[in-house]
């Protein structure tokens, strides 16, 4: 196990790269795309935001409606929506870039955490090919919960939120996609809405100003919209302050943006320990793990595409054999570029016949707040009218029907956040499928 854990570590210089060229790429194309802000420097607890989630409108232009990647990706600014590139990191750098870590705003919200009841894990260091160096670690004690070095989610640290890695629902397919929103993704988002699909969209805070109107999107559809840090980085191998900011800046730009504050969240490539996760529950975050991978990120670079598409086909039959008899499985799958949304599109409707349920990580474990903003609210899985994918298809409904205003005064239930991350150890044949999943090549 700890071998392997090792190889596959071993990949993340590749994907680190990967991102890095995209990030690049991206950066240049839209870092005139930052509009003016009015948003002062908010509480740190309640970042700031103009637009009201449950009325988000989104213009009809051409890179909100056409298929052709070139016209979606030219950058645009939102009229009302005003980011002031002074008060955030700069785009795709860590977030304490841009002065952010001496602002009042950070120091304040740096201030207010009791640092002495941090885990005490080091700050890890990357390999030179941009892997972690797993040197000097106990991996088989695994002292700090380091889930790159065990794929362990469940705290030894107190106080500290355990991550939630399946969907509790039996049969059921935890629909994620990490790394949006993409400039490119408006075939994508028409396809899951005309398919009555709802997922976890993991947003980068840096796509999230980069392409304001693909965040409303997710939001408005319907998806659930969690952070996935400012710059993807390997978390464990940043400082406190450069944690706390990387989610902290993810959840302002999301909530300036949207309206919503997640509290919910992925580290970038898995790596979270105590000491990252102490941070995040600071913060109200819980780490979204997986239980299986489809490593579909690198498909057609460093793994072949059809051992891509193999992968989604195996998991396409544990659908029906029985894998997921007594609970479900949360899978990685990536928004990053037209490669994976491509395979998302051409498994989607297979993935929907062999499953009893394919649901957002928020519904399939009925997390019914998964904001800050008790205004937004997901319906509970089996609730009448829940958005399962035969109750939705059933239903007709629209878009949006998978976030609903909360009844005035109502409060949602206090246990059903936890009823994910509560949860005991995971069983060795699920530890086993992680593992199959991620070594797989
Ligand atoms: C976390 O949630 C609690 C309870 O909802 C709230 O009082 C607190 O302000 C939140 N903290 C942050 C940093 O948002
Ligand atoms: C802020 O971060 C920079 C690196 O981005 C670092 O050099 C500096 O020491 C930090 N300042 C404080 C007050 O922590
Ligand atoms: C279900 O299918 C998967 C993928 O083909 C396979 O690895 C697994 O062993 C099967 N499980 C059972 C119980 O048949
Ligand atoms: C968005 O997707 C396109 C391909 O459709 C890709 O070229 C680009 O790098 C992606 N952008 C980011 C920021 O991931
Ligand atoms: C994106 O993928 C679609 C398949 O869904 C393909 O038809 C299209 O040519 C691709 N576009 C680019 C720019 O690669
Ligand atoms: C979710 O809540 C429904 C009732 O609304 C219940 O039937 C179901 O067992 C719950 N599922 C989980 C995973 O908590
Ligand atoms: C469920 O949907 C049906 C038909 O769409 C509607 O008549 C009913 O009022 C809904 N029930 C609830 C509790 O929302
Ligand atoms: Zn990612």
Known sequence: MYWKSVVAITTLAAAVQAVEKKAASSAAKSSSAAPKSTAAAAAPSTPSSATNPLAITIPSIPQTTSYDPTVECQSYTVPGLTIDPKEWPTIWETATSNGMNTSAEFTQLYNSIDWTKAPAAPVRKATAAGGLDFAGYDANNDPDCWWSSSLCTIPKAKDV??????????????????????????????????????????????????????????LKDGHHIADHTWSHQLMTTLTNQEVLAELYYTQKAIKLVTGVTPKYWRPAFGDVDDRVRYIATQLNLTAVIWNLDTDDWAAGNSVPENTVEQTYQDFITMGTNGTFATSGNIVLTHEIDNT?????????????????????????????????????????????????????AAS??????????????????????????SSLTAPASLLALVALAVFAQ
């Open 161 to 218: 939120n355990a991550d939630i890695y399946r969907c509790e629902e039996p049969e059921t397919w935890g629909l994620t996609y990490d790394d949006g929103p993409n400039c490119s993704h408006n075939a994508f988002m028409d396809f899951l809405q005309q398919q009555n699909l709802k997922a976890s969209m993991f947003y980068i805070g840096s796509n999230v100003l980069d392409w304001p109107y693909g965040a409303m999107r997710g």
């Open 396 to 421: 007709g409904a629209s878009g949006a029907s998978g976030v609903a205003p909360a009844a005035s005064g109502s409060a949602a239930p206090s246990s059903s956040a936890k009823s994910g991350a």
């Open 340 to 392: 994976t949304m491509a395979l998302a599109m051409k498994y989607l409707p297979q993935i929907k016949q062999a499953y009893k349920n394919v649901l957002d990580v928020a519904t399939c474990n009925n997390i019914t707040q998964p904001y800050m903003e008790s205004a937004v609210t997901v319906t509970p899985f089996g609730a009448a009218n829940a958005s399962t994918s035969a109750g939705a």
